[in-house]
């Protein structure tokens, strides 16, 4: 069982950055692929990037290519989403989740674990 645990959402302007936590519970954390996803308003949940089990890998949506990045820190189990250049599209609730099968891989239903989100409001 791992417990995920979103965390530095919040508010900000078009252009400006953020970077999002998400910690995990367990001793496992090392042998999940880890991804984030997110949910606008009105919107299904929509794959964002992913990063191998060991961080040598990484996998982007192509709408936030070249101005997201993911990174891990098994030592901290935790993954990042360093997110700049936001635009008010980028506006959605955001979670992590863990996939212990597959990498890299784009398939909701595929991923064994999810956060509770974290809100990510961007202002024009």
């Known amino acids: 069982q791992v417990q995920l645990v979103e965390s530095g959402g919040g508010l900000a302007q078009a252009g400006g950055s953020l970077r999002l936590s998400c910690v995990a519970s367990g001793r496992s954390f090392s042998t999940y692929a880890m991804a984030w996803f997110r949910q606008a308003p009105g919107k299904e949940r929509a794959f964002v990037a992913t990063?191998?089990?060991?961080?040598?890998?990484?996998y982007y949506a192509d709408s936030v290519k070249g101005r997201f990045t993911i990174s891990r820190d098994n030592a901290k189990n935790t993954v990042y989403l360093q997110m700049n250049n936001l635009s008010p599209d980028d506006t959605a609730v955001y979670y992590c989740a863990a996939d212990g099968t597959q990498f890299p891989s784009d398939y909701l239903p595929g991923y064994d674990y999810w956060g509770q989100g974290t809100q990510v409001t961007v202002s024009s």
């Open positions: 990063i191998r089990k060991d961080g040598g890998s990484t």
